[in-house]
Structures are given as structure tokens and as C-alpha cells.
């Protein structure tokens, strides 16, 4: 009876110790390669570009991922094409206005059809994307990958766990105001974005 009591104390302490419950993954990225990819692909011409300062804070639980919740934040002034005088229009006034709107946001509020295979989870995530002072509800498909002590590996000397976030969806140009009056064989209404990030939650 006791060598059965003291096994039962063991698995629940390591079942509470696989499960410790909510993580906080900070999304400020030390290696800076974080970044969010947009696409106009317009019939006359295709704009690309990319962003790499990007943080946020995300709550993720590995035994209740449906339950997570959060913001990633992108600061709009490092957003950046090929073209150096493209680059000014985009952020100018017509454009994201930087100046005034240094940050891009979206806050997490609920996810659905939640599917968890491994470390690998999906869902499709709805919350409010603000963009140029225009907050949206959205909803997007996420792809989530707990990597359980692999911290390490991607910052030498640290240990911890690591989330890594996808996401590739689209909005609307015209709904955050951004150069509405643009012609739409130059510039399409549609910027498809892609987020591939990594969050990292040190071991306390």
C-alpha cells in the first residue's frame, strides 16, 4: 500500500510538472528575426515587404491551448519594401501614416475548431487588428508549436520553452483606410499577411 501511494505521488508530480498550467511567452525578439510579410499583388504591379520589430505578449497553456489569449504588436515603422521612395509613400500620410500610428496590433479574444496533434495546434483565431487607428474584428487561421525546453536553442544560455506562431490571411486596404483612392490595377485591395514568430518563456 505504501509503495503504491508513494508511485501515485510520483506520476501526479510529474503530470503536474509536464502541465504546470498557463505559460507567458514574451515575443520580443533577442535575435530580431521575428518578422510579418505583406503582399499587394496588383495586375500591373506586385508590392512586397516585411517587418521585424515585433512583441507581445501571449498566454498559452499546453493542456488548455483553446484558452489562449494575447497581443503581438508590430511597430509599423520598421515596415520595409525593396524601393526607397516606396518605402516613404508607405509610410506616409495616404499610407499607414507611421508618424502618427506607430503600431500595428492585434489582440487575441477567442479561438474555434481548436485541433492539438503533438506540439502542434490549430485554430482560427478571432480578435481586433488595429491598423492606422482603424480597429477591425478579424478572424485568421493560427498554427501553434509548443517546443518544450528548446529555448536554448534558439538563444544560446537560456532555458525555456519556445511558442512559435504562423498565420497567413488577408483584410481589406479600403477598410483601415489605407490609400483608399489607389487604383486597383496598381494597387490591390487585398494585402495578404504572413506571421512566423517565436515567443520565448524562460525558466524560472
Excluded: C
Amino acid at each position: 500500500m505504501k509503495q503504491d501511494i508513494l508511485t501515485l505521488l510520483a506520476l501526479t508530480s510529474i503530470g503536474g510538472a509536464a502541465f504546470a498550467g498557463p505559460l507567458h511567452f514574451d515575443f520580443k525578439d533577442p535575435k530580431g528575426v521575428n518578422n510579418a510579410v505583406f503582399k499587394l499583388d496588383a495586375p500591373l504591379e506586385a508590392i512586397n515587404g516585411s517587418a521585424n520589430g515585433i512583441s507581445g505578449m501571449v498566454v498559452f497553456d499546453p493542456a488548455d491551448p483553446a484558452a489562449t489569449t494575447g497581443t503581438l504588436v508590430v511597430d509599423a515603422k520598421t515596415l520595409m519594401v525593396p524601393n526607397s521612395v516606396m518605402k516613404e509613400h508607405l509610410h506616409g500620410e495616404m499610407w499607414l501614416n507611421t508618424a502618427k500610428h506607430g503600431a500595428i496590433t492585434f489582440e487575441a479574444k477567442s479561438l474555434k475548431n481548436v485541433k492539438t496533434s503533438g506540439d502542434t495546434t490549430t485554430a482560427n483565431v478571432t480578435g481586433l487588428l488595429t491598423l492606422k487607428g482603424v480597429t477591425k474584428e478579424i478572424t485568421a487561421p493560427v498554427k501553434f508549436s509548443y517546443l518544450k525546453d528548446k529555448l536554448g536553442q534558439r538563444v544560446p544560455k537560456m532555458k525555456g520553452d519556445l511558442l512559435v506562431i504562423r498565420s497567413t490571411f488577408s483584410i481589406k486596404r479600403s477598410d483601415f483606410g489605407i490609400n483608399p483612392g489607389a487604383p486597383q490595377d496598381k494597387v490591390t485591395d487585398e494585402i495578404e499577411l504572413t506571421l512566423s514568430v517565436a515567443g520565448a518563456a524562460p525558466a524560472k
